[in-house]
């Protein structure tokens, strides 16, 4: 397979008419919110774009025996990235779930194993914010959780993931260029 970059990806992006709740406290805390739509990133860096006719002959293999499963948005969590800077996240449940995806798109391009190499392995996260400080973090984590749980979080389908890319800078703002079924449904 090509060479990676990081002007593509392979993301599990929310339906858009749940995205409010989150590009509400994206549009005040997350830098990347124009670059970047709601997503839960599962191989990034990707493959170059004319390397994605390829690819998705093998992600559509590595997703047809996985069927679509509910996603809840219920849990703020954070990254400490030293230096007093930590990004906000939304945890996706069940974990479990999403570790099966990725690593099933991750064994159908195996080089592009760069968000499972970190850490603990492939933490499924859907970014808010960043934030410097921990007092601030966790003052705007614990506001964030009282009303995020007052309206018990949010839920959605994950029915397939989103090839996506970008054009370098100015023009860097990620978009779809096709959708993979899960369960081998089109």
């Not at 970059?5 to 008419?17: D, F, M, N, R």
């Not at 679509?68 to 030293?82: A, Q």
């Not at 959605?156 to 970008?166: N, Q």
Request: charged share 25%; proline share 8%; glycine share 6%.
């Amino acid at each position: 397979m090509a060479e990676k970059t990081h002007q593509t990806a392979v993301v599990l992006i929310p339906p858009q008419e749940v995205w409010e709740p989150i590009q509400a406290i994206r549009r005040v805390h997350d830098r990347q919110v124009r670059r970047w739509m709601p997503h839960v990133t599962l191989l990034y860096p990707f493959v170059p774009r004319e390397a994605f006719d390829a690819a998705e002959a093998r992600l559509r293999q590595a997703l047809a025996d996985l069927e679509p499963f509910d996603v809840r948005l219920k849990e703020f969590h954070y990254f400490h990235h030293g230096r007093g800077r930590h990004t906000l996240w939304l945890a996706p449940e069940p974990a479990e779930a999403m570790r099966r995806l990725q690593a099933s798109l991750q064994s159908a391009v195996p080089e592009c194993n760069d968000v499972s190499r970190r850490g603990d392995g492939f933490t499924p996260h859907l970014s808010v914010g960043q934030v410097t400080g921990r007092d601030d973090m966790l003052a705007l984590k614990d506001g964030l959780q009282g009303s995020w749980s007052a309206m018990d979080g949010l839920t959605f389908t994950a029915k397939h993931v989103s090839m996506i890319w970008r054009d370098p800078k100015p023009d860097d703002v990620f978009r779809v260029d096709r959708e993979i079924p899960l369960g081998g449904k089109t």
